[in-house]
């Protein structure tokens, strides 16, 4: 179903970690110091010095890293109150390009936030806050765990529900997933709700290329959103779900709108056993693999719970209508938790008959 798999998300990005393309390095280690005393002078002229040491990209990697820089010198512009392209001259046209070459939007994304930024002394950074290098390093792991959880169901979506690796595979993706918990539950409980929303967030507020906004890197970019859209999202017509993901879909990679697409051709996982059982009861073998699925989705609700209570902890620091890096509010996370527990029920429901 998905060729050369194993490249969706961390090999293109490693690749992107460890190239310049801009030669940012040396003036990257200065900007969390100067987002810190608000030195717009010395950011809008480093941004203008990439701009001018750049040429046209000669690969997609290429352009990824300098979307990569190019939009953290753009978030910081923002933090501070101003849109980038308007104090900038041929930022706009430079993110234009770059985002075509790249296949993707014209800036940085959660992608170049963690796996595509470089470790160590290169590592990309807004502030010098410890804990936004355990924000970054947390999600990175976050995020590979993700894919291999992904990798193991797209495996399981195109086996037949009475084979005998079926389990195995959901096995595999538990134990993936149960990899990503521990990595946000790093984040949650090395970064308080105050230091994220006051210190960190502001970094993430959308810019505007060509008078459209585009967002900033944000955890709703995660591999998450193809993992529901495989179990059960690619069957959902209500218009708060695709307005959701189709808003979404365009940061990721494009090797992710490809599965999207390959996916939204099928159905999902769980509008398929559904038509595979219609009017017949699950065999043993069947309602072991059933079983399965059901686990995998409990550990989903299970760490979809204490998410919901961090992001509502934060949202208590913000303004009535504040809306997360992901563009939406709370009601978003309590659609997606009410959808998945409703996919367990209906599972439930098809092996106890």
Known sequence: MLSGSRELFTSINEKVAAIDPLGADPVMVFLPRWNETGNLEEIIHATTQLIHSSTMPTNRTEAMAGLRDLGMFAGSLR???YEPVEYVMGLEEVLLRYGGIADGVPRDTFFSYTLGNPSGERRRRFTNLPEEEIFISSLSKGLVAQQETLLRLVEVYSLDLKSSIFSERIEEAIANF????????????????????????PFFDPIKVQDREYLAPAGSQMPMLLIDYLLWGSNDNS??????????????P?????????????????????????????TTDEKISLDSIIKFINRVIAFRRPHMS??????????????????????????LFGKTVEARDILRGIVAV
């Open 239 to 252: 218009e708060e779900y695709r307005n959701f993901f189709n808003h979404t879909l365009p940061y990721l």
């Open 310 to 335: 961090i992001a509502e902890a934060n949202f208590k620091l913000r303004e009535p209508e504040a809306v997360g890096s992901g563009g939406y509010s709370m009601e978003i996370l309590e659609y």
């Open 178 to 201: 149960d990899g990503n918990v521990h990595a946000m539950a790093d984040v949650y409980r090395s970064i308080s709700p105050d230091v994220f929303t006051n210190q960190m967030r």
């Open 254 to 282: 494009k090797e992710c709108r490809e599965l999207s697409t390959l996916i939204s051709l099928q159905g999902s996982l769980l509008s398929r056993v559904k038509v595979h059982l219609e009017r017949k009861e699950p």
């Open 79 to 81: 933090r501070h109150g």
